[in-house]
Structures are given as structure tokens and as C-alpha cells.
């Protein structure tokens, strides 16, 4: 009996009367992971100050408004002990990382002038050249640096000069806003950062 069931069930395939069984489809492919996007290119790196618990510098900040522009000022907050600071521990003529530490960074939100000269959004290191009666400040375009010991002219964008004055005996270096400018502050000088909207 089997085999009268296969031979009538050759004899249909043979002449087409019934089609030959179909092979499975193929599943779909899996879908393909889309490919991680790049991460975003930070715009100045990381610019954070590290932990101050154990230096004896402690960091500091300031803000000010210039114009529309916002300003921003990291730094570390060396202190005089006892010591006379400018001319002996800060030498006169000599460019100054303007803080303790890690490089002072200055960071503007929008275009702003160092003296006569613009200055693009972003991120830079402050430095001075400190004078008994004329400092030059220095906008540097590599913020992330430790101190001044890897200055690169090259990379200055901006100079500006700068008058100091007398102030009241400040034992731990300051840099504070007041009336839309930040001013440098240490021992009994005083010496204010030129900028201005554009």
C-alpha cells in the first residue's frame, strides 16, 4: 500500500499536477545596530581645576558681566605668609602664571576686547607681566597648561597694559568684579584687567 501512495505521488510531481514542496523562506536579516554616533569634540578640554583639599593655594572664581558677555575667571589663591610679593616672590619683568598652580583661564562667552584688541568666544590662559608702574596682560589661546613654565608666544592673541594701584593688604590672592571689571588683587596692588564689549 505504501508504495502504491509513492509512486502516485511521483507520478504528480513528475507532471506538474502537484508543485514541489516549498523551501522555508529565509528570515530576515537582523536588523543592523546603528552605528555609535562620535563623541562631541570638547570645546577647550577639561578645563576644571583639580581637588585643592590638599594645597595650600585654594582655588578661586569670579564672574563679571561685559556688556552681553559673560566672564569667567579659574585660579589658585596663593598667599603672601609674610612674604613681600611683588618685586621678591613675583619678580618684576617676568611673565607670571597669575595664580598658583595650574594656569589662571579666563573664559568668555561672547566677543570681547582685551584692550584695543578682540578677542573670539572661549577659553584662555591669563597671564602678566607684572611692573612697578605698568603690568602686561596676556591672553594665551592654550588654557589648559600647568603654570607659565610652557608659554608659547606664538599662541598669544592678546596684549594689554595695565596701571596698578594701592589697596588695602590682601593676604591671599584675589581676583574680584566690581563695576563690569575684574581686578587683580594681592598684598597692596590692585590692578585691573582691561575689557570691554566690542
Known amino acids: 500500500m505504501h508504495n502504491v501512495v509513492w509512486t502516485a505521488l511521483l507520478l504528480l510531481t513528475a507532471c506538474g499536477s502537484a508543485p514541489a ?3 522555508p523562506a ?21 578645563l576644571a581645576r583639580g ?21 569667567t575667571v579659574t585660579y589658585g589663591r596663593p598667599e603672601a605668609r609674610g ?29 570681547v576686547k582685551l584692550g584695543d584688541t578682540p578677542v573670539k568666544a572661549g577659553s584662555y590662559a591669563l597671564f602678566t607681566v ?8 596676556v591672553l594665551n589661546s592654550q588654557a589648559k597648561q600647568w603654570g607659565s613654565y610652557d608659554h608659547d608666544k606664538s599662541k598669544d592673541v ?9 589697596a588695602p593688604m590682601t593676604e591671599a590672592f584675589t581676583i574680584e568684579p566690581h563695576d563690569g571689571t575684574l581686578y587683580l588683587q594681592w598684598a597692596e596692588v590692585r590692578v585691573p584687567v582691561p575689557l570691554s564689549a566690542p
Open 51 to 71: 581637588d585643592d583639599a590638599d594645597r595650600k593655594s585654594k582655588n578661586g572664581e569670579a564672574t563679571v558681566k561685559v556688556g552681553d558677555v559673560d566672564v
Open 130 to 137: 607684572p611692573g612697578e608702574d605698568e603690568w602686561t596682560i
Open 158 to 166: 592678546a596684549k594689554a597694559k595695565a596701571k596698578p594701584g594701592k
Open 26 to 46: 529565509p528570515a530576515p536579516p537582523a536588523p543592523a545596530e546603528a552605528a555609535p554616533e562620535p563623541a562631541a569634540e570638547p570645546a577647550a578640554g577639561d
Open 21 to 23: 514542496p516549498e523551501a
Open 83 to 111: 612674604r613681600e610679593v611683588f618685586g621678591k616672590l613675583v619678580p618684576y619683568g617676568k611673565l607670571w602664571r597669575t595664580g598658583a598652580d595650574e594656569a589662571t583661564v579666563l573664559t568668555v562667552s561672547g566677543d
